[in-house]
């Protein structure tokens, strides 16, 4: 202790000496002129920012249930620490992340710095301090500011010349406009200024202890290398910080002209209150008689959030790189979904507006969209092309441009109950032979069994329906079913667009369990899950909902479901890789579960062998979003890239956990002509359950 104080004695035996001037070489003239041009660079900015909110306020009213103050706080984890970017990493955008992230701090940092150096020349002047009789710019403190401010200068300069190269060298996705580089040229040139403005002022006031600005103290033996005396950098030192002050200035009057507007309307908008991934707002009949509105087919029938997010879209393509549907080569790109309807806001008040739904956003790029949530997930500022996409949606489907087979499913869904159009006399077949009981006959349930069209109805997913009810059964489960009462729970109408078919059906599966007590629903369908999470509650239907994984990874560490050993060995499924379905691994955040069943199923047996895409950065299999109900062929479906990871894999057989994805991958294996099994979690456990008494 005593060795290190001996130490730094010599160093900090007298700082106070250890300053700067602030405005030094500044004469008064000078100042004014700073000070008027700061005025109007201020105002410019002040100006486009009003341009811009009068833009967001055409819209209808936005949900204001949380208040700006707590939202606000709530967000800013977000803002500064950047935290949703460096979670939502996109294959590619390593760079891309990196350098923003380093731009960013740097930027943060350098503002603090210049707004306390504001303070510091403010106080100064109200206490007739000449400049070198320094506030609180002394001292230790100065040492420290120093260092930091020419460290994160770095860092900034960094990340401006790391996202120059990736523009330049690795454009990818992301939208290239001559002004874009023009802001990145104004960001460079604004640090390098301000490091030359540093090295001559160090020149020209000999500043004591210049080792402390280490980038200034070797830009300024550069300088004298280069000839500059102390003489000469008074002149230099004067033009480098006009330089570098209108630079600075220009910027911010420019921000809200450019994309760096998405500091602004960022922000506003992670401040906002947001929804969850997996729910739409409900359209009640009496905002329909009121606004005569359903969906959105002009520019002011969005909310006013989501014409903010449009401000807040820096066009970088990260939705575009993760949306299956632009992979599989469908018209559709969420950011240029976002920057479409844009681009019909900045027309906004023109004497003529184009034909938003059908026209600038055409019907077929509308109907490409699978919901996965994927483009939402990713993008870090919270913008939500998908919430474009549905309201669209529900005005095309009210418009009648929705055609064909998908069509034919609404239909049948609102005559028969499901979209298969079979009678719901038929609806229980699928539990012959099991003694499955219905409420009626056992009204005294723990569980309720959500079976769901697809198991009721196709020959195949009945085999997950069969295979859970005998898990049940070997488990001991108290539960039951509705039988011919269920009906489909209308979560691909409502996201195709068709709400009111949603509220209606939804409506009578309310009172259907309602009337039946029911408290815990248990479901293999992931998108049933998430309707009944997501969208029930609106339709008064709260109940505690269970994803068949989870609830038999319960089962397996509760001890009610026995692994036989034996069994396992004769499964021999080798290989084993699993596909996680989007609304049950983005949107419901239910990953470990699955896995933790096929771990127990597999033992040491098997090799679980994960895809590139798995987790909440699965890859969709196409279904979602109605596109189950387009005749696709399986070489056109959006799932197809999904395939080649599976294959690539190399695995025997292929675990799911939702019976559209069972539909598609297994019609994307067929067509592949490969002899990979696609089996959901349950069939495969049912295999090695012992299931002696």
């Keep these: 202790m005593n060795h290190g104080y001996a130490l730094f004695a010599p160093i900090l035996a007298d700082t106070s000496e250890w300053t700067r001037e602030v405005f030094g070489n500044i004469p008064p003239a000078a100042k004014a002129a700073f ?179 280490f980038v200034g103290l070797a830009v300024a033996r550069s300088l004298q290398t280069a000839g500059i005396d102390q003489a000469g950098a008074v002149t230099l030192h004067f033009v480098l910080w006009w330089l570098h002050a209108a630079l600075a200035l220009g910027l911010i009057a420019a921000a809200p002209y450019t994309r760096l507007l998405h500091v602004i309307a960022g922000a506003k908008n992670l401040a906002s209150a947001h929804r969850p991934l997996g729910t739409m707002d409900l359209i009640s009949m009496e905002q329909v008689e009121e606004t005569g509105l359903v969906g959105v087919g002009q520019i002011e029938h969005f909310t006013r959030r989501q014409l903010l997010q449009l401000d807040a879209c820096v066009s970088c393509g990260r939705c575009q790189d993760v949306c299956p549907a632009h ?68 005005f095309a489907i009210g418009e009648g441009a929705l055609r064909g087979p998908a069509a034919a499913a609404l239909q049948k869904t609102q005559r028969s109950g499901n979209p298969w159009g079979l009678p719901p006399q038929e609806r229980f077949a699928w539990a012959d032979g099991l003694g499955v009981p219905t409420v009626a006959e056992n009204p005294q349930f723990d569980v309720l069994y959500w079976v769901g069209c697809a198991a009721a109805y196709d020959r195949r997913v009945r085999k997950i329906a069969r295979s859970v009810v005998r898990l049940l059964q070997i488990a001991e489960v108290n539960f039951a079913v509705l039988g011919p009462e269920e009906r489909c729970t209308g979560e691909s109408a409502r996201r195709m667009g068709e709400e009111f078919l949603f509220q209606e059906v939804a409506a009578a599966n309310v009172e259907v369990l309602g009337a039946a007590g029911v408290k815990k629903i248990l479901t293999h369908c992931p998108h049933c899950l998430n309707s009944f999470r997501s969208d029930y509650p609106q339709m008064g239907g709260r109940y505690e909902v269970v994803h068949h994984s989870e609830f038999l990874a319960e089962l397996i560490a509760e001890g009610r479901l026995k692994i036989d050993a034996e069994a396992r060995k004769k499964l021999a499924p080798g290989k084993v890789t699993y596909h996680d379905p989007c609304y049950l691994a983005r949107v419901q955040n239910v990953t470990a579960a699955p896995r933790d069943v096929l771990q127990q199923t597999l033992g040491g047996d098997g090799e679980l062998v994960e895809m590139p895409r798995h987790g909440r950065a699965t890859a969709c299999c196409g279904a979602g979003g109605g596109r189950m109900w387009f005749d696709d062929t399986p070489d056109q479906r959006i799932g197809v890239g999904r395939i080649e990871e599976v294959l690539a894999t190399g695995a025997k057989t292929v675990a799911v956990a939702c019976p559209f994805c069972l539909t598609m991958v297994s019609d994307g294996v067929a067509a592949s002509e490969s002899d990979v099994a696609v089996r959901d979690i349950a069939e495969l456990l049912i295999e090695v359950i012992d299931a002696k008494p």
């Design 35 to 213: 000070y008027a041009i700061a005025a109007a660079a201020l105002a410019c900015f002040a100006y486009g920012v009003y341009r811009r909110a009068r833009l967001w306020r055409i819209g209808q009213p936005s949900d204001g249930s949380k208040s700006f103050v707590k939202s606000t706080l709530a967000a800013l984890p977000e803002l500064l620490f950047q935290s949703r970017l460096r979670q939502n990493r996109v294959p590619g955008r390593t760079l891309a992340t990196s350098a923003h992230l380093l731009l960013f701090s740097g930027f943060v940092v350098l503002t603090i710095g210049t707004a306390l150096i504001a303070v510091e020349h403010v106080l100064a002047g109200m206490l007739g301090r000449d400049a070198n009789d320094a506030v609180f710019h002394k001292g230790v403190y100065y040492a420290v500011f120093e260092i930091t401010l020419d460290a994160f200068g770095l860092v900034f300069l960094t990340g401006c010349g790391l996202l120059a190269f990736r523009r330049w060298r690795m454009p990818g996705s992301i939208a290239q406009r001559s002004l874009d580089w023009g802001v990145l040229a104004a960001l460079l040139m604004i640090g390098l200024s301000g490091y030359a403005t540093e090295g001559a002022r160090i020149i020209r006031e000999q500043t004591v202890r210049p080792e402390f600005s």
């Design 327 to 394: 992979e599989a080569g469908k018209p559709l790109s969420p950011r240029d979904v976002v920057q479409d309807v844009r681009g019909v806001m900045n027309l906004h008040g023109t004497s003529e507006l184009p034909e938003l739904v059908g026209g600038v956003v055409s019907h077929e790029t509308l109907w490409s969209c699978t919901t996965c949530s994927a483009c939402v997930d990713v993008c870090p500022l919270g913008v939500s092309p998908l919430d474009l996409i549905t309201d669209m949606r529900r």
